[in-house]
């Protein structure tokens, strides 16, 4: 495992529907490679809780299960990616997720993350999870996230070893605001019309790599070692 990982993996995007299982693999991508897992919806999560006035303007937006303004996640981001744990690498969830968002990110990785901090242009990997459809409603409906560290569950798939508690850090578990039928219908919605378009844009631009994210957890992330540590081609 040291061999394997003991490596400058670079940016890597995660890109699925909600409940695709993005948070749970970043975790664990995250775990194996030292790099961090920068989830917009855990820091916009984190800003509502605090009553930020950028947590007061997205409440009712993720209530309704649709998305924050660009202007909003562009600054959140670039603060966030400025971060000097980022510079050998990190992994996106959640972001981008419409054309626009990809195109800027693209912009802020080629004139200023990367010439700033590594003298050179790195292009992100993109890994997308792609879900049977009918999966994820179930998915959704049936996580419980801890408060504490975020860790993720599933009461069908991945349920805690006592009911209703995390096992990491033994704190409460509960059920998200927009976790909601309701609302899960309109956030699949939104990924349909906005995000969808997302995959058509990397994949044009050849970075695009697909995994079964129907397949259980383990196999989810082994699928996705073999994208990041398989050999780099030479030309
Ligand atoms: P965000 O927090 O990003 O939510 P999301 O994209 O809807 O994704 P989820 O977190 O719901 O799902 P996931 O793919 O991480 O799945 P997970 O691993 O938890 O965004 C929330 C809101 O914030 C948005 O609606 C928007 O308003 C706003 N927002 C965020 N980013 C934004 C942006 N860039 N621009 C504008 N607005 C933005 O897994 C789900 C469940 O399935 C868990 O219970 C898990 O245990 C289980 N599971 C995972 N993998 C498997 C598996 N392989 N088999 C069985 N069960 C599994």
């Known amino acids: ?3 394997a990982t003991a490596r400058n993996v670079g940016p890597i ?25 920068i989830s917009t919806g855990d820091i916009l999560r984190e800003n509502v809780e ?20 660009n202007e909003s996640i562009f600054d959140m981001v670039a603060q966030r990616l400025r971060q000097v744990d980022c ?3 990190f992994i996106l969830d959640g972001f981008p997720r ?17 010439e700033n901090l590594h003298r050179g242009v790195c ?13 994820l409603v179930k998915r959704l409906t049936g996580r419980r996230t801890c408060l ?18 995390c096992d990491v850090d033994g704190s409460k578990l509960v059920i998200r605001d927009d976790d909601r039928e309701e609302v899960i219908r309109e956030r699949l919605t939104a990924y349909e019309l906005q995000t969808r378009p997302v995959i058509d844009y ?10 079964d994210g129907d397949a259980p957890v383990d196999e989810v992330s082994n699928q996705i070692w073999q994208v990041l540590e398989r050999p780099a081609v030479s030309n």
């Open 1 to 3: 495992m040291a061999d």
């Open 13 to 37: 995007i995660l890109i699925g529907p909600p409940g695709a299982g993005k948070g749970t693999q970043a975790k664990r991508i995250a775990e194996r490679y030292g790099i961090p897992q």
């Open 50 to 69: 605090r009553g930020t006035p950028l947590g007061v303007l997205a409440r009712d937006i993720m209530a309704r299960g649709e998305l924050v303004p």
């Open 87 to 89: 510079e050998h690498g």
């Open 98 to 114: 419409t054309p626009a968002q990809a195109g800027w990110l693209d912009a802020f990785l080629e004139h200023e993350f990367f």
């Open 123 to 135: 292009l992100p990997i993109v890994i997308r999870l792609k879900v049977d459809y009918n999966q």
């Open 148 to 165: 504490a560290g975020g860790h993720i569950y599933n009461i069908y798939s991945q349920p805690p070893r006592v009911d209703e508690i």
């Open 202 to 211: 990397y994949e044009r631009k050849g970075r695009l790599v697909c995994v």
